[in-house]
């Protein structure tokens, strides 16, 4: 507990405090440090398992005052959160309960500051809604591809902050590998300028992938440059009924092999899952899941073509046509039309819906490589099964990047949220320790924040930590950057 | 200077430095550190710039020796210089002159660990000469498609170490995108085993992308994971002459979009660069380049295609078209057969050899970003013939990626040395300046090294210098990983 929450809690707002608040007034405008009214908004994080207490929400609207922002707290000694669109699954951009920290909204940030056609970059504001910049490339016909459910509200400063991921993985990449240059400001309150529209530039230590994914604890993102791409001709959807995940798995090759780069899209979802968007949102057809005797798994595959519609259709069923033979498919429809296109995407999108709905659950966001997840799904199935008897498996995600959201959900009729008070721990701790012993990770694109720091500390090594840990130490001595975020305090 | 090379200047060999020899002999065996006969292999740079003296070259032949060894120099205080295939262009793996450095060499580590099909991945040790690991690749059908001047010699763990680019990063990236995870010893000693084959793992600070283009300066690449592809049904090359840079910029362009990432090579040549080649390698056939009035640059494009070469020839026939109609080609050439694509590879390649036959040059590897590309050669062209009377440019190289080896000849008929012995520090300032200009860098693909450490003070911004050397000084604060290289002493 630092000195500054001893003096709150004897006597409310300091001197000291008061001080501060002066100053960010001063900085970004008294409409701009909010300390009253409801700020459950910026206080609670998306899932509102965490219920925090600022000093203050701070919304500077230049890097220059967010520059200043981070040297008048640093001189206070007084920790700061940043904090994007706060739709966040990980808990890392909400304050503790102590009412010291500040949190540094980024949400007027929001200006795209250049496109550039000839070198397929655009240079835009930490704030920008991550839809407004798929539509801002959209207009210059270009293609911005990440792409994710919360797209509507979170920020590409959140996106690189988590690194987050998506469902254009397969061929885009994370953000990280979206990302070719970024502002930052230090913890120290400098402002480093490294946004670059550079493809190559091998100049000393990678501080771009650093602050990539380090979560606010290293310092503030403000501004990055990002890769755009050739809108493609055609974008085709297809989706299999396969027999197991080993064939899913092997599906995967095939499409790899005969799309080459053109493989866009690769969702697997389990039979239960979709059985619980036909349970709950019945207006959506699903094909070939809706049967007795259906399969246990199901593909959506999207193919992105620099030439034609008719030429993605032909590599399609040229595909569809080995993996019969191959026997790795049992079913599969392509849709004829973009609506169609969009209703297949609508049922892989409805799964958390109708998991929401069908009661609480526990949800998990692991990797592993696509080679050991049908061993890993055996495996871990089978050991969930004979420790929490009638347990329900909503498995789906992004095979193509070997990266599953593993949730489960209580047995039928059971009292949800009992069962959460009393098996998450448990449940949490078998599925994350196989998720160790198959080489996994146990947090692939919602980051770590302060809900998954303990399971950092316990499943990353002595020696990752300790590098870790000297690097935090190096670039935020006073340990003001978003505490506990990551690495416990 | 250290304490051990006072000792070394006044007495010769100390005892503490033949109890650490005979430390590293019991580690590595006696063979396997080499301290007499003919060390230049290992003393000397790739371009015998610098001539080193080291205090031993030692060979381990494991990750439990690298760190054994490393444990035994920090225990003395005796710096480490890490070397792989000694094929760098910056001078970043060869001992300085004090004879006080051990030069760890990988070589001996160069296994292939695993091959995993089904994950498109391959774990291999640092010491795999990259044209082993193409080979490895390719015989299980699978492709590698890191592919640079020097990949009969040099090996992986360099090309990590300092993040190598060359032809097909257009398509696939730089060494850093092509891997997925390391094994790092330490500068304590300590195994960092960050092997991993996820493409999505976001559980803390990115520390793979910290070490890779970290040039053996805060540890040691002892092994990694990599990424595999699947080979392409056919590979096409074109040939085609453009009438200007800006002309080449709008052609790459329209590649990008209308072979999407099909595009695997885009290789821009001036007319002098090529005349160089028609002169000293008579035997080439370098197309549209030899008449008067030649067009001023020529693009080298690499079409990668996963249905067929007839589709790819098609995609290549509609892609020239188009470009003729919009005037940024003259004239093209698709190669019939693969020895003719081999061809026109070959005469790519040759630049460098014919221009070192033409006489010494100043090199330099440089990036902007491509849109800007034409203006900087424009202005860089005129300033240099401005300043230095018919000095002779030789600019070529990864157009796709912004970067060009913009390198400069004396003027002809001129003494070759004299002009370096006279000009080189003024053509540097001219090129690197102008660089600083266009916002480019001045290593795009070559690393810093000891050879650039200089400019690296000189051009990259006190805030980012100053958070480089915070993570050097927190992960080897004994300053005894290739000291000097990157950050200066």
């Known amino acids: ?55 203050a929400v701070v919304r500077p609207g230049s890097t220059a005052e967010v520059a200043a ?37 980024l949400t007027r940030m929001n200006a795209v500051r250049a496109i550039d056609r000839d070198n397929l970059t655009m240079t835009v504001e930490a704030g920008c809604i991550l839809q407004a910049l798929q539509e801002t490339a959209e207009k210059a016909d270009l293609l911005f591809p990440l792409s994710l459910a919360a797209e509507g509200s979170c920020t ?15 061929r885009y990449g994370n953000t990280r590998e979206l990302c070719l240059g970024l502002e930052v400001v230090t913890p120290q309150g400098e402002v480093w300028n490294g946004l670059s529209g550079l493809r190559k530039d091998n100049t000393g230590y990678d501080l771009r992938d650093l602050y990539i994914g ?22 085709l959807t297809a989706w299999a009924a396969v027999p197991s995940m080993a064939a899913a798995v092997r599906l995967l090759g095939l499409s790899h092999q005969h799309l080459g780069a053109g493989l866009t899209g690769f969702e697997v979802m389990g039979q239960f899952a979709l059985s619980l968007v036909i349970k709950h ?64 995407w609508h049922i892989r999108e409805s799964i958390p819906l109708a998991q929401a709905e069908e009661g609480l659950n526990i949800k998990h966001d692991i990797s592993i490589a696509a080679s050991r997840i049908p061993a890993f799904v055996e495996h871990t199935d089978a050991l969930l099964q004979r420790e929490i008897p009638g347990v329900r498996l909503v498995n789906f995600g992004h095979l193509g990047d070997g990266n599953l959201h593993y ?25 994350y320790d196989a998720v160790a012993q ?44 978003n505490p506990g975020c990551i690495l416990q305090k």
Chains 1, 2 share one sequence.
């Open 438 to 481: 198959f080489d996994g990770s146990f947090s692939a694109e919602h980051g770590v924040g302060v809900l998954k720091a303990d399971k950092l500390a316990q499943y990353k090594s002595p020696v990752a930590l300790g590098l870790m840990r000297a690097i935090k130490q190096a670039l935020d001595p006073q340990g003001l950057m």
């Open 214 to 235: 380090s979560e606010g604890t290293l310092g503030i993102i403000t501004a990055a440059t990002m890769k755009l791409f050739p809108q493609p001709a055609a974008q």
């Open 281 to 344: 949102m019945p207006q959506l057809r699903v094909p070939f899941a809706g049967l007795d005797g259906a399969p246990p798994y199901y593909v959506l595959l999207e193919n992105s073509d620099s030439e034609s519609e008719e030429h993605a259709r032909q590599r399609f069923e040229a595909l569809l046509e080995l993996a019969f033979e191959d026997g790795c498919v049992l079913d599969a429809v392509v849709a004829e039309s973009l609506s169609q296109a969009h209703e297949l």
């Open 156 to 170: 590409i400063g959140g996106n690189l902050s988590t690194n987050a991921g998506g469902t254009q993985v397969v």
């Open 69 to 105: 922002v981070v040297r008048a707290c640093a001189d206070a000694g007084v920790a700061i959160v940043p904090q994007g669109g706060n739709t966040g699954l990980s808990v890392g951009s909400t304050p503790d309960g102590s009412g010291t920290q500040v949190v540094l909204s």
């Open 1 to 55: 507990m630092s000195v500054l929450s001893l003096c709150l809690t004897s006597t409310g707002l300091t001197a000291m405090t008061t001080a501060l608040l002066d100053t960010l007034r001063r900085i970004v405008g008294a409409a701009h440090v909010l300390t009253e009214g409801d700020l459950a908004a910026y206080e609670q994080d998306w899932r509102k398992r965490s219920h925090g207490k600022s000093l």
């Open 407 to 431: 949730n489960v959900q209580a047995p039928a009729g059971g009292d949800a949220r009992e069962f959460l008070r009393t098996q998450e721990d448990r449940v949490n701790a078998l599925v």
